[in-house]
């Protein structure tokens, strides 16, 4: 089983900037891909970015261009760099780790964009 560990959420104004990092412990790979999914009130949860290895990622249409996804080279931990945040950008962010039958979740950060 693995641990995911999140940091980095907050309160900013719209146009501002937040970076989320989430670490994995445990029995992880290097072959997993972890990623940022995030749940506003009253909708599902949906993809953000995701990043497998070190070098392929996968983009949400509404942020590309804005989010950036990178992992360290020890690949136990990833980031999530949210710039020109908008108010729709409100959420909370959950880190993910999947790999073959494991797909373990963190506890959730809260992502604050006020208008």
């Known amino acids: 089983q693995v641990q995911l560990v999140e940091s980095g959420g907050g309160l900013v104004q719209a146009g501002g900037s937040l970076k989320l990092t989430c670490s994995v412990s445990?029995?992880?790979?290097?072959?997993?891909?972890m990623g940022w999914y995030r749940q506003a009130p009253g909708k599902q949860r949906e993809l953000v970015a995701t990043?497998?290895?070190?070098?392929?990622?996968n983009y949400a249409d509404s942020v590309k261009g804005r989010f950036t996804i990178s992992r360290t080279t020890n690949w136990r931990t990833i980031f999530l760099q949210m710039n020109s945040l908008k108010p729709e950008d409100t959420a909370v962010y959950y880190c993910n780790y999947k790999r073959l039958t494991i797909d373990s979740w963190g506890q959730g950060t809260q992502v604050t964009v006020s208008s």
């Open positions: 990043v497998t290895g070190h070098t392929t990622r």
């Open positions: 445990g029995s992880a790979s290097s072959l997993s891909t």
